[in-house]
């Protein structure tokens, strides 16, 4: 059974970073895509990007490209997200995705990160 | 960008009602169309894959359909738990997009 678990919530002060993890059983991470989304307070659910765990190679939306870097071990079978510069508006539940054939059948439960100072 | 935008907002029905929910694309999306389940606290679900493909596991009360834009949703017959906001999603093109959601709620 795939499954994703990730790191506890964080909070964090304007102007830090925090880093996020996504471990994944039951599937090798080598022979998939890892994506992150966000959802803010009440909102819908925004794309952020996604890794290639095999060579690294990384897809962005534009408006996360200074914010987030996608990063992957492999050997523990996990996705990371840093999330930098902090300010309050990315006080908001981040989730890890994996894809599939049917595109996100499988998403971790998500971490609440909450910026305050 | 490709935007995606749902109607309605908010849809209240009766248990036992046929209900649609729409997703409209600002461009085609070549049937790259997903919709998602999201009950309060917790993380998406997928119901349906590529426009009318029913993930497994899933009631066969809920069904998709469309093409080029434009993109529908339904449940047969709503049950008390299809109580949840509902996001369709495109994955023709980066960067991939989620509409804004549908509320639905019982009567």
């Known amino acids: 059974e795939v499954q994703l678990q990730q790191s506890g919530a964080e909070l964090g002060k304007p102007g830090t970073s925090v880093k996020l993890s996504c471990k994944v059983s039951g599937y090798n991470i080598r022979n998939t895509y890892m994506h992150w989304v966000n959802q803010r307070p009440g909102k819908g659910l925004e794309w952020i990007g996604r890794i290639d765990p095999a060579n690294g190679n990384t897809i962005y939306a534009e408006k996360f490209k200074s914010k987030a870097t996608l990063t992957a071990d492999t050997s523990s079978n996990t996705a990371y997200m840093q999330l930098s510069q902090l300010k309050s508006d990315d006080t908001a539940i981040y989730f890890c995705?994996?894809?599939?054939?049917?595109?996100?059948?499988?998403w971790g439960q998500g971490t609440l990160v909450t910026v305050s100072s | 960008d490709i935007q995606m935008t749902q109607s309605p907002s908010v849809l209240s029905a009766s248990v036992g009602d046929r209900v649609t929910l729409n997703c409209k694309a600002s461009?085609?999306?070549?049937?790259?169309l997903n919709w998602y389940q999201q009950k309060l606290g917790e993380a998406p679900k997928l119901l349906i894959y590529n426009t009318n493909n029913l993930q497994t596991g899933i009631p066969s009360r809920f069904s998709g359909s469309g093409s080029g834009t434009d993109y529908t949703l339904t449940i047969s017959s709503l049950q008390p738990e299809d109580v949840a906001t509902y996001f369709c999603?495109?994955?023709?093109?980066?960067?991939?997009?989620f509409g804004s959601g549908t509320k639905l709620e019982i009567k």
């Open positions: 995705a994996m894809e599939s054939t049917t595109w996100f059948a499988y």
């Open positions: 461009q085609n999306i070549n049937k790259y």
């Open positions: 999603f495109q994955h023709n093109s980066w960067p991939l997009t």
